[in-house]
């Protein structure tokens, strides 16, 4: 007899605990998403100076460096190409490597 009363006991607690935590669930609704149309913009984005451009704006101004600051520049642009290597950033290593060889046309001047 008193084992039923502390099994009756026991399950009440057990099933009154998990109403009163359930509570009443509200009705779920999606998050609202602003959906922008894709607008295509009346005139494509001009591209101020051609990638030939700048290496020749480049080769303009290293004219006039001393050579040491042109080993000096050099000197950076390797280690930036070696840095871009490691981290296959194979587009910079081609852009440092074309900067230094610009840079040896003016070795000995």
């Keep these: 007899m008193m084992k039923e009363k502390l099994y009756k006991i026991f399950y009440l607690s057990i099933g009154l605990s998990v109403f009163v935590v359930a509570g009443a669930l509200e009705k779920y609704t999606i998050p609202q998403q602003s959906i922008r149309p894709y607008i295509e913009s009346a005139t494509p984005p001009q591209i101020t100076s051609s990638p030939q451009n700048i290496f020749t704006q480049f080769e303009s101004k290293i004219s006039n460096l001393s050579q040491r600051e042109r080993d000096a520049l050099k000197a950076n642009y390797v280690m930036k190409r070696d840095a871009a290597a490691k981290n296959n950033q194979f587009d910079a290593v081609g852009y440092y490597q ?11 001047r």
């Design 98 to 108: 074309r900067l230094i060889d610009i840079l040896k046309k003016y070795e000995g």
